[in-house]
Protein backbone atom coordinates (compact mmCIF):
# COMPACT_ATOMS: atom_id res chain seq x y z
CA UNK A 1 0.00 0.00 0.00
CA UNK A 2 1.09 3.51 -0.98
CA UNK A 3 2.55 5.31 2.21
CA UNK A 4 -0.15 8.41 1.74
CA UNK A 5 -2.94 5.82 2.08
CA UNK A 6 -1.09 4.04 4.98
CA UNK A 7 -1.46 7.40 6.71
CA UNK A 8 -4.89 8.35 5.60
CA UNK A 9 -5.75 4.60 6.83
CA UNK A 10 -4.06 4.82 9.98
CA UNK A 11 -5.76 8.56 10.45
CA UNK A 12 -8.54 7.64 10.39
CA UNK A 13 -8.17 4.52 13.00
CA UNK A 14 -6.70 7.11 15.89
CA UNK A 15 -8.41 10.23 15.19
CA UNK A 16 -10.92 9.10 17.95
CA UNK A 17 -8.60 8.64 20.37
CA UNK A 18 -7.59 11.44 22.78
CA UNK A 19 -3.95 10.22 23.23
CA UNK A 20 -3.38 10.52 19.86
CA UNK A 21 -4.61 14.02 19.80
CA UNK A 22 -2.47 14.67 23.63
CA UNK A 23 0.65 13.70 21.05
CA UNK A 24 -0.51 15.96 18.57
CA UNK A 25 -0.70 18.74 20.75
CA UNK A 26 2.65 18.03 22.48
CA UNK A 27 4.16 17.89 19.20
CA UNK A 28 2.62 21.17 18.24
CA UNK A 29 4.13 22.60 21.38
CA UNK A 30 7.50 21.90 20.36
CA UNK A 31 7.50 22.61 17.38
CA UNK A 32 6.19 26.36 18.37
CA UNK A 33 8.87 26.54 20.67
CA UNK A 34 11.73 25.84 18.09
CA UNK A 35 10.08 27.52 15.28
CA UNK A 36 12.82 30.18 15.60
CA UNK A 37 15.39 28.05 14.83
CA UNK A 38 13.58 26.68 11.72
CA UNK A 39 13.57 30.65 11.00
CA UNK A 40 17.32 30.75 11.76
CA UNK A 41 18.31 27.92 9.35
CA UNK A 42 16.12 29.56 6.59
CA UNK A 43 17.78 32.89 7.32
CA UNK A 44 21.11 31.47 7.11
CA UNK A 45 20.59 29.24 4.13
CA UNK A 46 19.32 32.50 2.33
CA UNK A 47 21.90 34.08 3.67
CA UNK A 48 25.25 31.87 2.43
CA UNK A 49 24.41 30.12 -0.27
CA UNK A 50 27.20 27.59 0.92
CA UNK A 51 24.96 26.98 3.40
CA UNK A 52 21.83 26.16 1.36
CA UNK A 53 23.85 23.91 -1.01
CA UNK A 54 24.89 21.96 1.67
CA UNK A 55 20.87 21.66 3.19
CA UNK A 56 20.68 20.76 -0.95
CA UNK A 57 22.98 17.65 -0.73
CA UNK A 58 22.16 16.78 2.69
CA UNK A 59 18.78 16.20 1.70
CA UNK A 60 19.25 14.39 -1.67
CA UNK A 61 21.65 12.23 0.17
CA UNK A 62 18.47 11.39 2.52
CA UNK A 63 16.33 10.70 -0.19
CA UNK A 64 18.77 8.07 -1.42
CA UNK A 65 19.11 6.73 2.00
CA UNK A 66 14.82 6.06 1.62
CA UNK A 67 14.88 4.62 -1.47
CA UNK A 68 18.07 1.73 -1.39
CA UNK A 69 17.71 1.41 2.59
CA UNK A 70 15.02 -0.42 2.95
CA UNK A 71 13.33 1.57 4.64
CA UNK A 72 9.27 0.67 5.94
CA UNK A 73 6.43 2.31 7.59
CA UNK A 74 5.27 -0.03 10.53
CA UNK A 75 2.17 1.82 12.52
CA UNK A 76 2.41 5.55 11.65
CA UNK A 77 0.80 7.72 13.97
CA UNK A 78 1.06 6.01 16.67
CA UNK A 79 4.02 7.44 19.70
CA UNK A 80 6.28 4.58 19.51
CA UNK A 81 9.18 3.62 22.27
CA UNK A 82 11.84 5.20 20.18
CA UNK A 83 9.43 8.57 19.02
CA UNK A 84 8.49 8.60 22.92
CA UNK A 85 12.66 8.57 23.46
CA UNK A 86 13.34 11.10 21.49
CA UNK A 87 10.35 13.53 22.16
CA UNK A 88 11.40 13.45 25.79
CA UNK A 89 15.50 14.09 25.06
CA UNK A 90 13.60 16.97 22.70
CA UNK A 91 11.86 18.51 25.63
CA UNK A 92 14.63 17.80 28.45
CA UNK A 93 17.37 20.00 26.14
CA UNK A 94 14.63 22.66 25.70
CA UNK A 95 13.83 23.07 29.27
CA UNK A 96 17.65 23.25 29.80
CA UNK A 97 18.56 25.39 27.52
CA UNK A 98 16.09 27.58 28.99
CA UNK A 99 16.84 27.47 32.76
CA UNK A 100 20.77 28.08 31.39
CA UNK A 101 19.85 31.12 29.53
CA UNK A 102 17.57 32.69 32.53
CA UNK A 103 20.01 31.64 35.43
CA UNK A 104 23.45 30.91 34.42
CA UNK A 105 23.84 33.38 31.62
CA UNK A 106 26.26 30.73 29.96
CA UNK A 107 25.86 31.31 25.94
CA UNK A 108 27.72 28.18 24.59
CA UNK A 109 24.99 25.90 26.52
CA UNK A 110 22.06 27.87 24.70
CA UNK A 111 24.18 25.48 22.13
CA UNK A 112 21.65 22.98 23.41
CA UNK A 113 18.92 23.88 21.33
CA UNK A 114 20.60 22.49 18.35
CA UNK A 115 20.23 19.37 19.61
CA UNK A 116 16.94 19.38 21.00
CA UNK A 117 15.81 20.81 17.17
CA UNK A 118 17.31 17.72 15.57
CA UNK A 119 15.90 15.18 18.28
CA UNK A 120 12.27 16.91 17.89
CA UNK A 121 12.13 16.47 14.03
CA UNK A 122 13.29 12.83 14.63
CA UNK A 123 10.64 11.78 16.78
CA UNK A 124 7.84 13.53 14.63
CA UNK A 125 9.45 11.40 11.73
CA UNK A 126 9.48 8.59 13.70
CA UNK A 127 5.93 9.10 14.98
CA UNK A 128 4.52 10.11 11.85
CA UNK A 129 6.40 6.85 9.96
CA UNK A 130 6.67 4.61 12.75
CA UNK A 131 9.37 2.35 14.09
CA UNK A 132 10.80 1.39 10.37
CA UNK A 133 12.39 4.98 10.24
CA UNK A 134 14.60 4.34 13.20
CA UNK A 135 18.07 3.95 11.56
CA UNK A 136 17.07 6.78 9.09
CA UNK A 137 16.11 9.47 11.74
CA UNK A 138 19.01 8.59 13.54
CA UNK A 139 21.07 8.80 10.79
CA UNK A 140 20.04 12.50 9.51
CA UNK A 141 19.15 13.88 13.12
CA UNK A 142 22.78 13.22 13.80
CA UNK A 143 24.40 14.58 11.20
CA UNK A 144 21.86 18.06 11.04
CA UNK A 145 22.99 18.18 14.54
CA UNK A 146 26.73 18.62 13.53
CA UNK A 147 25.86 20.46 10.15
CA UNK A 148 23.86 23.31 12.23
CA UNK A 149 26.73 23.60 15.01
CA UNK A 150 29.20 23.60 12.07
CA UNK A 151 27.40 26.28 10.36
CA UNK A 152 27.77 28.62 13.33
CA UNK A 153 31.77 28.49 13.30
CA UNK A 154 31.59 28.90 9.59
CA UNK A 155 33.11 33.36 10.05
CA UNK A 156 35.72 32.47 12.59
CA UNK A 157 37.39 29.58 9.96
CA UNK A 158 36.67 31.60 7.17
CA UNK A 159 40.36 33.41 7.53
CA UNK A 160 42.39 30.19 8.55
CA UNK A 161 40.99 28.77 5.40
CA UNK A 162 41.22 31.04 3.14
CA UNK A 163 45.32 31.46 4.26
CA UNK A 164 45.84 27.51 3.79
CA UNK A 165 43.53 27.56 0.49
CA UNK A 166 46.29 30.46 -0.54
CA UNK A 167 49.18 28.71 0.49
CA UNK A 168 48.30 25.43 -1.12
CA UNK A 169 47.03 26.77 -4.10
CA UNK A 170 50.51 28.98 -4.32
CA UNK A 171 52.73 25.56 -3.66
CA UNK A 172 51.00 23.79 -6.67
CA UNK A 173 50.91 26.62 -9.02
CA UNK A 174 55.23 26.90 -7.94
CA UNK A 175 55.20 23.45 -8.97
CA UNK A 176 53.75 23.77 -12.21
CA UNK A 177 55.89 26.62 -13.08
CA UNK A 178 54.01 29.43 -12.49
CA UNK A 179 55.61 32.67 -10.30
CA UNK A 180 53.79 33.82 -7.12
CA UNK A 181 53.10 35.29 -3.73
CA UNK A 182 50.79 35.47 -1.48
CA UNK A 183 50.31 39.05 1.03
CA UNK A 184 47.75 41.32 2.11
CA UNK A 185 46.65 44.52 0.99
CA UNK A 186 44.63 47.01 3.25
CA UNK A 187 41.97 48.78 2.70
CA UNK A 188 40.77 52.07 3.93
CA UNK A 189 37.22 50.40 4.80
CA UNK A 190 36.92 46.80 5.94
CA UNK A 191 39.02 44.01 6.86
CA UNK A 192 42.02 43.72 4.49
CA UNK A 193 42.47 41.47 1.57
CA UNK A 194 44.33 38.40 0.77
CA UNK A 195 46.08 38.52 -2.46
CA UNK A 196 47.48 35.74 -4.74
CA UNK A 197 49.74 37.12 -7.29
CA UNK A 198 50.51 34.90 -9.76
CA UNK A 199 53.05 35.98 -12.93
CA UNK A 200 52.14 39.45 -11.83
CA UNK A 201 48.38 38.89 -12.22
CA UNK A 202 46.39 39.55 -9.02
CA UNK A 203 43.89 37.44 -7.52
CA UNK A 204 41.80 37.82 -4.58
CA UNK A 205 40.91 34.88 -2.16
CA UNK A 206 37.65 36.05 -1.15
CA UNK A 207 35.47 34.35 1.62
CA UNK A 208 33.89 32.37 -1.22
CA UNK A 209 37.74 30.61 -1.48
CA UNK A 210 37.85 29.64 1.84
CA UNK A 211 36.56 25.96 0.64
CA UNK A 212 34.59 25.59 4.01
CA UNK A 213 31.03 24.67 1.46
CA UNK A 214 32.57 21.62 -0.15
CA UNK A 215 34.82 20.65 2.87
CA UNK A 216 31.79 21.02 5.15
CA UNK A 217 29.35 18.94 2.76
CA UNK A 218 31.78 16.16 2.42
CA UNK A 219 32.68 15.69 6.05
CA UNK A 220 28.90 15.61 6.42
CA UNK A 221 28.73 13.17 4.00
CA UNK A 222 30.84 10.77 5.08
CA UNK A 223 29.35 11.27 8.64
CA UNK A 224 25.98 10.25 7.52
CA UNK A 225 27.33 7.30 5.64
CA UNK A 226 29.47 6.19 9.15
CA UNK A 227 26.57 6.77 11.00
CA UNK A 228 24.02 4.34 8.76
CA UNK A 229 26.77 1.86 8.44
CA UNK A 230 27.29 1.62 12.28
CA UNK A 231 30.51 2.40 12.26
CA UNK A 232 32.59 2.48 15.41
CA UNK A 233 34.40 5.56 16.53
CA UNK A 234 37.61 5.22 14.81
CA UNK A 235 36.67 4.38 11.29
CA UNK A 236 33.68 7.74 11.73
CA UNK A 237 36.62 9.71 12.94
CA UNK A 238 39.02 8.35 10.02
CA UNK A 239 35.97 9.04 7.36
CA UNK A 240 35.76 12.32 8.11
CA UNK A 241 39.07 13.48 8.47
CA UNK A 242 39.65 11.87 4.90
CA UNK A 243 36.44 13.71 3.63
CA UNK A 244 37.57 16.86 4.92
CA UNK A 245 41.20 16.43 3.78
CA UNK A 246 39.21 15.87 0.29
CA UNK A 247 37.41 18.63 0.54
CA UNK A 248 40.45 20.68 0.62
CA UNK A 249 42.31 19.22 -1.98
CA UNK A 250 39.42 19.83 -4.18
CA UNK A 251 38.72 23.37 -3.21
CA UNK A 252 42.68 23.86 -4.14
CA UNK A 253 42.27 22.55 -7.39
CA UNK A 254 39.55 24.58 -8.52
CA UNK A 255 41.53 27.65 -7.04
CA UNK A 256 44.30 26.26 -9.18
CA UNK A 257 42.19 25.53 -12.78
CA UNK A 258 40.84 29.08 -12.36
CA UNK A 259 43.97 30.80 -11.96
CA UNK A 260 45.58 28.76 -14.95
CA UNK A 261 42.53 29.64 -17.13
CA UNK A 262 41.95 33.28 -16.18
CA UNK A 263 44.65 34.92 -18.56
CA UNK A 264 42.82 33.45 -21.33
CA UNK A 265 39.20 33.44 -20.28
CA UNK A 266 39.49 36.75 -18.50
CA UNK A 267 36.11 38.10 -20.92
CA UNK A 268 34.30 35.00 -19.34
CA UNK A 269 36.05 34.79 -16.31
CA UNK A 270 32.90 34.70 -14.12
CA UNK A 271 31.38 32.17 -16.04
CA UNK A 272 34.56 30.04 -16.02
CA UNK A 273 34.59 30.56 -12.47
CA UNK A 274 31.11 29.38 -11.70
CA UNK A 275 31.64 26.23 -14.11
CA UNK A 276 35.18 25.09 -12.50
CA UNK A 277 33.59 25.46 -9.07
CA UNK A 278 30.00 24.15 -9.86
CA UNK A 279 32.35 20.71 -11.36
CA UNK A 280 34.73 20.62 -8.84
CA UNK A 281 32.34 20.64 -5.77
CA UNK A 282 29.85 18.08 -7.41
CA UNK A 283 32.94 16.09 -8.62
CA UNK A 284 34.54 15.91 -4.79
CA UNK A 285 31.09 14.91 -3.58
CA UNK A 286 30.83 12.04 -6.21
CA UNK A 287 33.99 11.17 -5.12
CA UNK A 288 33.10 11.14 -1.07
CA UNK A 289 29.77 9.08 -1.70
CA UNK A 290 31.19 6.30 -3.54
CA UNK A 291 34.57 6.67 -1.72
CA UNK A 292 32.37 6.01 1.63
CA UNK A 293 30.21 3.47 0.01
CA UNK A 294 26.88 5.24 -0.21
CA UNK A 295 24.32 3.47 -1.55
CA UNK A 296 23.58 3.28 -5.31
CA UNK A 297 20.94 0.19 -4.93
CA UNK A 298 19.08 -1.01 -2.86
CA UNK A 299 19.95 -3.51 0.15
CA UNK A 300 20.05 -7.04 0.04
CA UNK A 301 18.24 -8.24 3.39
Not at 46 to 52: A, E, H, M, T
Request: hydrophobic share 55%; proline share 4%; charged share 10%.
Amino acid sequence: MPIRQQLVASFHQKYRQSDFWINCVLFGLLGASLWPVTMWIAQTANDQSRILNALIVLAAASILLVRFGSVTIERPLELNLAARRALLTAYLLLGATYLTSSFLHTSWLNLLIIPAYCCALAAAIRFIFGEGTLRLTRTVAGTLCVFLLLSIFMQPLDWPLRSLAGQWSGYALERLGQSTNLGLIGQETGPPMLILLVNEHPFHVASECNGFGVILTSLLLALMLAIHQRLNMFKLGLNVLTAAFLGFAFNTLRIVIIVLLAPSLMEHYYLMHEIIGGLSYWACLIVVWFLFKGPTRPEIA
